[in-house]
């Protein structure tokens, strides 16, 4: 599968934003996915996850309650909603699938990745 990410861009302390990746081919039903990101100097780590089906989701301590990560299956696209944008949330966000039981949220062991969207929050 080949993921492409988007959304991203330069927005104030406490906006919004909403990011989208769209994914080839037609299995995309068949994919656990999830979203990480990178901040300069700092090792990728994990944002939030959803089930293949959608109805099960995870997210880090440092974005609960802020950010929502949703899917539509019908157009193989996956989205987060952050909410409540703080400076610490700068970073490269990437999106990510793997094959994964049909409700299992896996926060790890992705197998496909995207190619970033930057995301920088002004202070």
């Known amino acids: 599968v080949q993921l492409q990410a988007s959304g991203g861009g330069l927005v104030q302390a406490g906006g919004s934003l909403r990011l989208s990746c769209a994914a080839s081919g037609r299995t995309f039903s068949s994919y656990g996915m999830g979203w990480f990101r990178q901040a300069p100097g700092k090792e990728r780590e994990f944002v939030a996850t959803?089930?293949?089906?959608?109805?099960?989701?995870d997210y880090a301590d440092s974005v609960k309650g802020r950010f929502t990560i949703s899917r539509d299956n019908a157009k193989n696209t996956v989205y987060l909603q952050m909410n409540s944008l703080k400076s610490e949330d700068t970073a490269v966000y990437y999106c990510?699938?793997?094959?994964?039981?049909?409700?299992?949220?896996?926060?790890?062991?992705?197998?496909?990745w995207g190619q970033g969207t930057q995301v920088t929050v002004s202070s």
């Open positions: 990510a699938a793997r094959v994964a039981g049909i409700g299992f949220v896996p926060r790890s062991g992705f197998d496909y």
């Open positions: 959803i089930s293949r089906n959608g109805y099960s989701t």
